[in-house]
């Protein structure tokens, strides 16, 4: 059965030329998914999930902020489009990670 987090947070654009686009995941979420997930981790601590916005679903990663403790999700181009959603708006957001069983 697949481990499964919620959250709201702020789309923020990565500055510079043809910067990635973020979700920060709140850091009580971060320290669930870190305490789940030890055993699922890959290269540079990342973690492969599948993430929903506004019923729009993808595969991705989540990959450790060493600069705030907490993960951060990429939100690609077509998921923006499809949401209708861009750098500043509050996002509501599912994970699943597909546990180690």
Same mark, same amino acid.
């Given at each position: 059965m697949p481990l499964?987090?919620?959250?709201t947070a702020r789309l923020w654009l990565y500055p510079g030329?043809?910067?990635?686009?973020?979700?920060?995941?709140?850091?009580g979420v971060s320290a669930e998914?870190?305490?789940d997930t030890v055993a699922l981790r890959q290269g540079f601590g990342s973690i492969k999930t599948t993430a929903v916005i506004a019923g729009h679903r993808w595969s991705t990663?989540?990959? !450790?902020?060493?600069?705030?403790?907490?993960y951060l999700l990429p939100v690609k181009k077509a998921i923006r489009a499809a949401a209708g959603i861009e750098s500043g708006d509050q996002v509501s957001?599912?994970?699943?990670? !597909?546990d180690a069983g």
């Amino acid at each position: 059965m697949p481990l499964s987090y919620t959250f709201t947070a702020r789309l923020w654009l990565y500055p510079g030329e043809a910067g990635w686009h973020f979700l920060t995941v709140p850091d009580g979420v971060s320290a669930e998914i870190r305490e789940d997930t030890v055993a699922l981790r890959q290269g540079f601590g990342s973690i492969k999930t599948t993430a929903v916005i506004a019923g729009h679903r993808w595969s991705t990663s989540l990959f !450790p902020d060493s600069r705030s403790g907490s993960y951060l999700l990429p939100v690609k181009k077509a998921i923006r489009a499809a949401a209708g959603i861009e750098s500043g708006d509050q996002v509501s957001v599912q994970l699943e990670v !597909p546990d180690a069983g």
